[in-house]
């Protein structure tokens, strides 16, 4: 059984920096996709950035120039720097594990992040 657990987010000012942090337990780390997601009220989960088992990277308008995803398989973790936050970044972020590439994926609780002044 995968165990997704997320961490690190929290209220942060604008303009300010957070790091989630990803572990999984109980899967393949190596071989899965890593994917962050983001979730606010009432709407769905929506990409924020993935890294594939060999380190190609896709960011989507969310992540894109000021989040940095990136992955340590010696630990099972993947992390989201976030910088230069937005209000608008506002919303519960949530990991996903992927493997193989053809299943619905494991996901954990997530992490709230909220940004504000």
């Known amino acids: 059984q995968v165990q997704v657990v997320e961490s690190g987010g929290g209220l942060v000012q604008p303009g300010g920096s957070l790091r989630l942090t990803c572990v999984v337990s109980?899967?393949?780390?190596?071989?899965?996709?890593m994917g962050w997601f983001r979730q606010t009220p009432g709407n769905e989960r929506e990409l924020v950035a993935r890294?594939?088992?060999?380190?190609?990277?896709v960011y989507t308008d969310y992540g894109n120039g000021r989040f940095t995803i990136s992955r340590d398989n010696s630990k099972n973790t993947v992390y989201l720097q976030m910088d230069n936050l937005k209000p608008e970044d506002t919303a519960l972020y949530l990991c996903?594990?992927?493997?193989?590439?053809?299943?619905?994926?494991?996901w954990g609780q997530g992490t709230q992040v909220t940004v504000s002044s």
């Open positions: 890294i594939t088992s060999g380190g190609n990277i």
């Open positions: 109980g899967g393949r780390f190596g071989h899965a996709a």
């Open positions: 996903q594990y992927r493997f193989p590439w053809n299943t619905p994926g494991d």
